[in-house]
Each structure stands twice: as structure tokens, then as C-alpha cells.
């Protein structure tokens, strides 16, 4: 049978490419931590009440809360939160008229029972209020409300991406005077910044005393745009170089964050803006989510807010009108890579090419799982590369038998609400309102000097140590 060996090898070294990784024992410096709640979900401010009538709301968000062992944290805001006005007297949780189901209301009214809803969340919950319609009266009731109805109230936000419509330093200034006049109300719990292009820092800094009214600062973040019929691109925003580059940007300001002693998030962000583009629901956007989630977690950034828009007219949320979208299956298994007992995490590779190689560490500086995410595009045409990674160090064995589950679908286009089987661990998936069924299966991967996995282009793998 020697042709045939030899047959086989050839093939091997065609389809493939080798890298040898070596795990450090413990956290290296640069090590990332990971935030109970580092995968975080955006509501948008209207639509809020109607996600809570949704089964796959809370099953969603509770399968996340699962595989981390604590519960989801959730920001509601958006473009419509600066289009909102506070009736104390209206009696449902939000009042408005669109032509279209489809469209975003121009103004609206909310209620008190909109907190009521807001208070029933599991896990924390930041809530953003109007600043554009300069109505601090109504805003500060609207405050009042809300840290009177949710024990969750974890911060308020006033105003969102005033950088659409204003200059940095007007903008700083009507922060620093909002947060002043409503912290004698509410006290220290606001979230400033909310800032979809401009730099963070300055805020920080222009900020002065009135930083201690502050807890948390938010940039917003979407690599691609979607708006106005944009063209998108799915190789790159699924290419791990490209997500290592992209996401570098928001290093420097959660380090002055964090100096200041706040928490900095990602507290809007998706694929594409204006709703997402055709990229938007495919298998390769779950493979973007995994990335992108441990490299901003490796940049400092504490959480990041997944944006779920407009129901029924949201290209990147991850349920809603539609089966379980193929990107929750990323948010999922990213989860799982963080674990329960996920403390650290670590790139392994260089950042520069197409292969990613992450661990996790427990709170014992323990590593206790591998990620290896190919970012090779293959959406269908030709053959399927595949990359063999041999991991070492890090307290693998010799010898012996470890296990493994694999993230994976057709391909990197295979979209679930188009009928695309995505899959954990072979068997696994979500229905309609986002309960996992199937059985999950791991591989066995056999140990031999060093841990040897292949993955294939587009597809992740987890190893458990
Ligand atoms: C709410 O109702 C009270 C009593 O009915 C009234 O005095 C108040 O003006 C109303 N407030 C608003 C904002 O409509
Ligand atoms: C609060 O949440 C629970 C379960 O998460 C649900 O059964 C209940 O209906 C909710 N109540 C309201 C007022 O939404
Ligand atoms: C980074 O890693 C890739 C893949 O292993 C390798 O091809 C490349 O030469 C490395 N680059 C540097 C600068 O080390
Ligand atoms: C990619 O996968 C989908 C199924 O998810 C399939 O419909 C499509 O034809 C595939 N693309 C190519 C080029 O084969």
C-alpha cells in the first residue's frame, strides 16, 4: 500500500500549510482580559419593547449567559434614542407611527413601563437618553424613572453619535454640562462619548472633575457600511489580518480609559452599518464575530455590544423576524472558547497572516483551551484548503488524546435563513427561537509530541486542554 501513503502525503502538502504554535504556560504581558459579559447585546431604542415579545430574545441571550456563566449585559439606544421623548403619563412602553413596518420612527414617546421592561432584563442594562432635542427637563425625568425602576441600571447614556451633527469640542463641553446637572439627580452613572468616528480620548481629558459623574465610555464600530447601497465585502471583513489591523484603533483610547479608572465598550457595534449589508447574515460574518470579539478583547476593550436594529429589516441581527441567524452561531461559539472560567486571553499567531491561534486562561493561570479560526475565504468554487496547526508548551502532553469542536458550514456565504446547515460540533444547532438542538460532538485529537489540528479555510475549531 506504499503508492498509496505516498499518494496521500502529496495531497496533504498540496491542500495544506503547517504552522508549529507554542503556548505559553501562563498569561503572556500581553494577554487580554475577558469581561463576564465581554459578547454584549445593543437594542435599538424604539424597537426595545417589541424585542422583549420575542421568544428568541431571551433564549438567545440565555444561551450566552450559559456558556459564560453569567448573565448577558444589554445596552438599549441608537439613532432613535435622540428621537424619543419621556411622557411620564403615557401607559404603554413606547408610541409611534411608521409608514412602513420596515421604517425607523422620525419621533416617538416612551413611558414608564418601558423601564419596567428595561428592569427585567437578567443582566446589567445601560440605558440611552435623548440629547439632540436639548430637552434637559425631560431627559432628567426620563433618568429619574429609570434609576428608580431598574435595580440592573447600569448606566445612562445622553445623546448618541453627536458626531454625526457637531463639532468634538461643543460636543465635550454639553457632556461635561449635562452630566454636571443630571448627576444631582442620578448621581455618577453615565456613559459618555457614544461616538461613532471620532477618537474618545479627548473627551477623557476635556472632561476635567466632571469625569467623576462617568463610569463607562463608549465608541461605536462598524469595519464595513452598508448605507445608502455601499459595497461590502465579506473576504475582508472575515480576514483575520484585517480584523487584527481594524480593531488596533481602539487601543489607545481604552488605555486613557482605563487610566481614568472607567470601563471602556464597544457599545454599538455589527458588520456593516444601516442594517447590515448581504454580508451581513453569513457563515463568514459568525467567523468575523469570533475574531473580532478576542482581538477587542486584546485591545483593552472591556464589552462589545452586538446592534440588533429594526425587526424584520435588520440584515445583521442575530434573531428576529427570521430563523436563528447564522451569526449567533459565532456569538456561540466564541462563548464557549470563553467559557464559564475564561479569565485571559492570548494571540499565538503573528497577526499578520490568514490563520488565528488564540488560548484562554483560567483564573489559576491555567490555560485551558485553544482556538484556531483559518481565515482563508472560500466561498464555494474550487477546493477547500485546509491548515495544520502543532501546538506545544503550555502543559500538553507528550502523548496521549485530547478533544475538540469544530464551527463550520459550506461555505463562508452559507447563510441559515437561506437553508445553509451551520454547525457546532457536527450536529449541533439553533431553531427558530434560538433553543440549541441536535447533539454536539467533539473530535478526538490524538497527541504525538505535539497537539496537531487541521482546520479548514473558513472554519474555526476549539481544542479542550
Ligand atoms: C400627566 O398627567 C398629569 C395629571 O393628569 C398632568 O398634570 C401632567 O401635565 C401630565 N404630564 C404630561 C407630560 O403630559
Ligand atoms: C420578565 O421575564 C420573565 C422571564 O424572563 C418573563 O416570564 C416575564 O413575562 C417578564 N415580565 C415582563 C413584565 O416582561
Ligand atoms: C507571521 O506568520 C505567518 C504564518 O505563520 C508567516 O508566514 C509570516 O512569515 C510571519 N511574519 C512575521 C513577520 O513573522
Ligand atoms: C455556498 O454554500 C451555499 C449553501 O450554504 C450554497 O447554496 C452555495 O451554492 C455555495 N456556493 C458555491 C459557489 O458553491
Redesign the pocket.
Known amino acids: 500500500m506504499a503508492w498509496r501513503s505516498k499518494f496521500f502525503i502529496s495531497v496533504f502538502l498540496l491542500a495544506s500549510t503547517i504552522q508549529a504554535i507554542t503556548v505559553p504556560t501562563s498569561p503572556p504581558s500581553n494577554a487580554g482580559n475577558i469581561d463576564k459579559s465581554l459578547v454584549a447585546v445593543s437594542l435599538e431604542f424604539f424597537a426595545f419593547p417589541q424585542y422583549t415579545t420575542l421568544v428568541s430574545t431571551s433564549t438567545c441571550l440565555n444561551n450566552v449567559a450559559n456558556l459564560r456563566g453569567s448573565p448577558v449585559a444589554v445596552r438599549i439606544g441608537g439613532t432613535t434614542q435622540d428621537r424619543a421623548t419621556y411622557d411620564p403619563n403615557l401607559s404603554s412602553a413606547v408610541e409611534y407611527s411608521v409608514d412602513d413596518p420596515a421604517d425607523a420612527p422620525a419621533s416617538l414617546n416612551f413611558g414608564p413601563s418601558f423601564f419596567s421592561l428595561a428592569a427585567n432584563m437578567s443582566g446589567e442594562v445601560t440605558v440611552g437618553l435623548n440629547r439632540q432635542l436639548n430637552n434637559q427637563g425631560n431627559t432628567r425625568d426620563a433618568a429619574v424613572q429609570a434609576k428608580n425602576t431598574m435595580p440592573n441600571l447600569f448606566a445612562i447614556e445622553l445623546g448618541n453619535e453627536p458626531d454625526c451633527d457637531w463639532n468634538q469640542n461643543a460636543d465635550e463641553a454639553s457632556e461635561q454640562s449635562w452630566f454636571n446637572a443630571l448627576s444631582t439627580s442620578v448621581g455618577n452613572i453615565f456613559q459618555g462619548a457614544v461616538y461613532l468616528g471620532w477618537d474618545t480620548s479627548p473627551l477623557v481629558s476635556a472632561l476635567g472633575s466632571a469625569i467623576v459623574h462617568v463610569k463607562s465610555i463608549s465608541r461605536h464600530s462598524y469595519p464595513q457600511s452598508a448605507c445608502g447601497g455601499a459595497s461590502t465585502d465579506l473576504r475582508s471583513l472575515m480576514s483575520h489580518s484585517s480584523i487584527v489591523s481594524y480593531t488596533s484603533q481602539f487601543k489607545s483610547g481604552a488605555t486613557t480609559t482605563h487610566n481614568a479608572g472607567l470601563r471602556y465598550f464597544l457599545g454599538e457595534t455589527n458588520s456593516a452599518t444601516c442594517g447590515g449589508g448581504g454580508i451581513s447574515p453569513t457563515?463568514g460574518a459568525a467567523l468575523w464575530i469570533v475574531d473580532y470579539v478576542l482581538q477587542g478583547a486584546l485591545n483593552g476593550v472591556d464589552r462589545l455590544y452586538f446592534h440588533q436594529g429594526t425587526i424584520g429589516n435588520c440584515q445583521y441581527c442575530w434573531w428576529g423576524r427570521f430563523t436563528t441567524g447564522a451569526p449567533f452561531y459565532g456569538v456561540a461559539f466564541v462563548s464557549e472558547f470563553l467559557g464559564t472560567d475564561g479569565t485571559k486571553v492570548a494571540m499565538l499567531d503573528n497577526g499578520t497572516g490568514a490563520v488565528a491561534s488564540y488560548v484562554v486562561y483560567n483564573s489559576a493561570n491555567t490555560p485551558v483551551r485553544l482556538l484556531v479560526y483559518n481565515s482563508n475565504y472560500y466561498?464555494?468554487?474550487g477546493t477547500r484548503s485546509s491548515t495544520s496547526v502543532t501546538f506545544t508548551g503550555g502543559g500538553i502532553p507528550s502523548s496521549g488524546a485530547k478533544t475538540a469542536k469544530r464551527l463550520t458550514?459550506?461555505?463562508?456565504?452559507?447563510?441559515v435563513d437561506?437553508?445553509?446547515?451551520?454547525t457546532i460540533g457536527s450536529g449541533g444547532t439553533f431553531d427558530g427561537n434560538c433553543n440549541a438542538i441536535g447533539t454536539q460532538v467533539r473530535e478526538n485529537v490524538a497527541v504525538n509530541g505535539g497537539l496537531t489540528v487541521s482546520v479548514s479555510a473558513s472554519e474555526a475549531l476549539i481544542v479542550y486542554l
Open positions: 457563515f466561498d464555494g468554487t458550514a459550506p461555505n463562508a456565504t452559507s447563510r437561506m437553508g445553509a446547515r451551520v
